[in-house]
């Protein structure tokens, strides 16, 4: 049994450590891990050992890179300014090679399982746990013939839907960004921790929530050889055409007949709404405009416009574009009943500068729709946490 | 939307490459992730950039290191010889820093989110997702007031939970090991798959399983300094003891009843199991035995004997052994319905031995239990899989 008691020795000196001063140990990190550590102002202290190594970086991918100093015991430290508060995915670069940091939980994004760490917001406590109701957060698996495989996404059943078991509820479908994968909203965002909240004090409906992998390839599917194909390709432009058609289809030919032949959803387009962030808003403006029929209500977090966009820095015509479906805006509102658009005031200038285009071409064209700016915050989690704050009590009222 | 683009870019270029020759990538890797892959010998292939590096390690964590070889290209490469089926945590190691693969999904293990790769066994489905009934696999947080924290812990639900709301189930407790969480039985496990295939084949009864967060400290516990305290100090048992004993207390006073009061439970000892892997099992035989008026099946996989188990290298006496319990074998077999053992032929020594001398000890004592000795693998996963697969048919029968 050596093994077993070196397992609990380790597992007892992590556990024990003493803290000091006024750092702690972020809410992100490992059970025993001390660093990485953060302080009330939001500075945030990181350390890695690598006796052998010649340069080590902190990096946190929207910012520049942290040069870290090696001390004698062969740990590089550095500590940050006060960071804006929310989840930060980042990595170490040690001579060159991103690596993740042990004493931090891995969260799927920039397409793997990132090191990431939560800055407390101070006063903001609509994304915690609290002694409200919680509704049920749940994984689940079904077989997509569009795919040919089984796929995974996560679910949110509202408070009360084990007990009420006549009751039917409307269904909000929200997808992840590019680069992350359908835990992103529970792991990063605290979806089901915002939405108890929101519906414990009356704000939101009971509602339940479905995050789907936002990522598809058609059954039987012969990956195109892409190599050197530069973007904006005829071949690129075809694969990515492709893979959102493909998703488009699971979402819409697997993934809603399985949900509303399991789950006790309001089966109509009048309980069914989708949003989604970055890439998953661009695929909201997609899937939903393609589908009307399916939906009535719109979120584009940070991304929107649907894959039209990333071709034009041009102002949509509202005539032609989303399926000519905004050429009528009065026609338009009767038929869907929200269409919101967010962006972060500190976002890349491009980015939002792309979204307020959008906001300025839907009231130019008299377009009934909700735009929401979040302050001080970018490309980043406390933007879409605010965002589905606001967003979702707007939804099945 | 430059930065959308560029993600949208990566997300192609990254998915549509082409695989060559008969190696597959592994299933437990990220979406689009060529490598680690695994041929149908149980060979595996490992790759990663580091150009500067001057030593590259590949790290299988119960087996030697292997040394990798750079190529022009700087990336590090190996071939192992064919693995033993089943998952297996890894990482490489950098001029002597362990580091994540990028290409794996990450896997709580080893006290951080680690690389993980699954080599299949041919033959083997029990433990992959058909086309029958699937249970719910669901996530909870419950504030447990000897902890003084919110908690999460993973649920099964059995297939059918949903729609007959008038039955009610027994409950299976099952931890994880040490440096694991609670995440482990079903992302390295399969335990979800497992109990659906048996199940549906009728092999086992609808259960609920419970997977807690095996760590636990006690509300406003002040962490003792235990540096320089070496295993086997009063200081350090102190801390261990108190440690197991919080999260026996946080188990049968804090979780238990939330799930009896939160599911559809058959509430009481008849229906209630414990089992547990490595450190699991050396909880389970410390909080069953602890608590015989709340469980009646008791299982060990790969650990097994409670806490005093660690302190002897000698058979233990069951006249004293166990709170007494064995001291009058047929009182206990009258009172407990299954006290099950089982470990891995190819385990480290001591560890077989540890086990094994269990089981001659319940023999020599006339203890009716069942013994299980799972061929060719080690203190590892497939082991543990098997292990669930031989005891969770044996329950509530």
């Given amino acids: 049994m050596k ?16 803290t000091s001063d006024e750092f702690q140990p972020a809410s992100t990190n490992v059970w025993g891990a001390q660093y990485p550590r953060v302080d009330s102002t939001g500075r945030a202290e990181f350390r890695i050992k690598a006796p052998s190594a010649t340069a080590v970086k902190l990096n946190f991918w929207s910012n520049p890179k942290l040069d870290m100093v090696k001390g004698a015991d062969g740990f590089w430290t550095a500590t940050t300014p006060p960071l804006v508060p929310g989840f930060h995915y980042y990595n170490f670069v040690i001579d060159g090679v991103d690596v993740n940091d042990a004493g931090s939980h891995a969260f799927y994004g920039g397409g793997r399982d990132a090191s990431g760490i939560e800055i407390p917001e101070q006063g903001a406590t609509y994304y915690l746990p609290k002694d409200v109701p919680h509704g049920a957060v749940r994984e689940i698996w079904y077989f997509s013939k569009v795919t040919g495989s089984w796929r ?9 839907y084990d007990m009420q078991t006549k009751m039917r509820y409307p269904v909000l479908y929200l997808q992840h960004g590019g680069g992350e994968d359908e835990t992103g909203w529970i792991k990063q965002g605290d979806a089901n921790f915002i939405l108890d909240n929101l519906i414990a004090s009356g704000t939101a409906k009971p509602m339940i929530i479905v995050m789907a992998y936002g990522y598809a390839r058609r059954a039987g599917q012969v990956d195109p050889d892409l190599t050197g194909k530069p973007f904006g390709s005829p071949e690129m432009m075809k694969a990515m055409q492709e893979m959102s058609q493909a998703f488009e289809d699971d979402l819409t030919q697997a993934l809603i007949p399985y949900i509303d032949s399991n789950f006790r959803t309001i089966a109509d387009r009048d309980h069914r709404a989708m949003a989604g962030l970055s890439m998953g808003g661009m ?27 990333l071709r034009s820095a041009e102002k949509p015509d509202l005539k032609t574009a989303f399926n000519g479906a905004l050429a009528d805006p009065a026609a338009f509102a009767k038929k869907v009943h929200l269409l919101w658009i967010g962006v972060g005031t500190e976002e890349p200038a491009q980015m939002h500068a792309g979204i307020v285009k959008l906001h300025d071409a839907f009231t130019e ?8 700016e979040s302050p001080g915050t970018s490309h980043e989690w406390q933007t879409w946490r605010r965002d589905l704050k606001d967003f979702a009590p707007r939804l099945f009222q």
């Avoid at 093994?3 to 003493?18: F, H, K, N, T």
């Avoid at 995974?152 to 009360?160: I, N, S, T, V």
Wanted: hydrophobic share 45%.
């Fill in 3 to 18: 093994r077993l008691a070196i397992a609990m020795v380790l597992l007892s000196s992590c556990c024990y450590a003493q």
């Fill in 152 to 160: 995974h996404a996560m679910l949110y059943l509202p408070p009360g």
């Fill in 283 to 309: 695929q909201t403006f997609q899937v939903t405009f393609n589908h009307l029929d399916l939906f009535s209500y719109i979120g584009g977090f940070s991304g929107a416009g649907g894959m039209m966009m």
């Fill in 365 to 372: 064209g008299n377009v009934k729709h909700v735009f929401y």
